[in-house]
């Protein structure tokens, strides 16, 4: 089946640096990717849609300068949270539809990030 | 405004129980509505959908557009079941790949 991996899985940095987490299709292209965000015990939301070759477009509320995303190739796509800060820690996650089966997305399995 | 509510945070049965968990929806067109599942230390994945009208698991959905409704139903819950469950909506994006409009998740707790 259609596998989508994330790295790292977790991640601890000091305040004021950056982060890159990066989300991959392992045996499909995706030239639309998914990333959310998940706070403990609470739904996911979805924070931008990544686009190959384009700009993101981004949620209501998301602030594009402090999650760049950059989707360069049809298997990448990925997500820096710049100048982090404690608020900022959560779980991230990607997803990816899967090419003919837009209706339905293939998942990472998520990044940890701790903003200390 | 699109939206998904799931009411219940917790649901708890015993093995053997039926199961029903709510889910509700508000979305000004043609819904198309999807039920995740995410087992512990897993990620999470698609259980079913309306359009396929399946069972998987032994978990069926019925989308009731007059109740604005698409609850998750299984007559014996069995204790693999245990897992979060979140309800979600498709919007369309571009006409063709759909974003995901999640509800708030129900953990489904069963008990031996």
């Known amino acids: 089946g259609a596998v989508v991996s994330q790295h790292p899985s977790w991640v601890i940095c000091k305040s004021g640096t950056s982060v890159k987490i990066e989300c991959r299709s392992l045996?499909?292209?995706?030239?639309?990717m998914f990333w959310y965000r998940q706070f403990p015990k609470q739904s996911l939301m979805l924070m931008a849609t990544?686009?190959?070759?384009?700009?993101?477009?981004?949620e209501q509320g998301v602030e594009k300068d402090k999650f760049l995303i950059n989707h360069a190739s049809l298997t990448l796509s990925t997500l820096t949270v710049t100048s982090a800060h404690p608020e900022d820690s959560s779980f991230y996650i990607c997803?990816?539809?899967?090419?003919?089966?837009?209706?339905?997305?293939?998942f990472g399995p998520g990044t940890r990030l701790t903003v200390t | 405004a699109q939206r998904v509510t799931q009411p219940e945070k917790l649901l708890s049965v015993f093995k053997g129980a039926p199961v029903e968990l709510k889910c509700n929806y508000s979305?000004?067109?043609?819904?198309?509505l999807f039920w995740y599942v995410q087992y512990s230390r897993q990620r999470l994945q698609l259980l079913l959908r309306?359009?396929s009208r399946e069972s998987i698991k032994g978990f069926t959905a019925d989308l009731n557009k007059g109740e604005t409704s698409f609850h998750l139903k299984k007559p014996f819950a069995q204790e693999e079941d245990s897992a979060m469950y979140y309800c979600?909506?498709?919007?369309?994006?571009?006409?063709?790949?759909?974003?995901?409009?999640f509800g708030t998740g129900t953990l489904l707790a069963v008990q031996p």
């Open positions: 990544s686009n190959e070759g384009s700009k993101a477009t981004y």
């Open positions: 979305y000004s067109g043609s819904p198309e």
């Open positions: 997803s990816a539809p899967r090419e003919g089966r837009d209706y339905e997305q293939y």
């Open positions: 309306h359009i």
């Open positions: 045996d499909f292209q995706a030239t639309t």
């Open positions: 979600a909506l498709s919007r369309n994006y571009g006409g063709a790949t759909n974003k995901l409009i």
